[in-house]
Structures are given as C-alpha cells and as structure tokens.
C-alpha cells in the first residue's frame, strides 16, 4: 500500500529531488583547477580562486584581438548612432 502523503510532502519531496538533480548536473561540470585545486566549471577561462588560465572543455575561446576588434565595432557603430541621433534631434527642432 502506498503510503499516503500531504500536498506539501510531496512539494517538498518534489523540490529536493529537483535540487538534488541540479547539484548533481553541476557536479557533472567540475574540474579542477590544476594552479590551486579548487573546484571550477569547466566552461571557465580562468581559474576565480587564483586567476590561473583554464583550458575551456568544449569550446575554444576567441583570441584577445578578434575580441578588441569586435568590441570597436560596437563603440564605433553605437557612437555613431547617438550622433546622428543628436543631430536629427538638433537640426529638426
Ligand atoms: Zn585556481
């Protein structure tokens, strides 16, 4: 027979199993970090203990100067727009 459970019960029960799921998901995840031991995810380029540099599982990241380069684009691209913007609003006032 089946033992019987209140509505709150069984939320609860439903809610560990749920965080255990999760622990168990992150743990799948860790690696350690060879520079200090501590545990980190293996998607992390750096080490948050000591800084040391990880080797990412399962994705390479993108090389510094592709990163600047991308990232004068979108200040030059938004730049631009906040100008022009600023002119409309000045030259049709
Ligand atoms: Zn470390």
Known sequence: MKKRTTVYEDRAAKEEARK???QEQIE???V???HCGEKVLDHMTKCHKCG???VP???TPMD???VKIIRGVFWG???AVIAVTFLVVMLYK
């Open 77 to 79: 691209v938004t730049l």
């Open 32 to 34: 350690v970090c060879p």
């Open 64 to 66: 510094e100067k592709k």
């Open 57 to 59: 599982r399962g994705y």
């Open 52 to 54: 040391g540099k990880l």
């Open 20 to 22: 255990k799921k999760r």
């Open 28 to 30: 799948k995840h860790l």
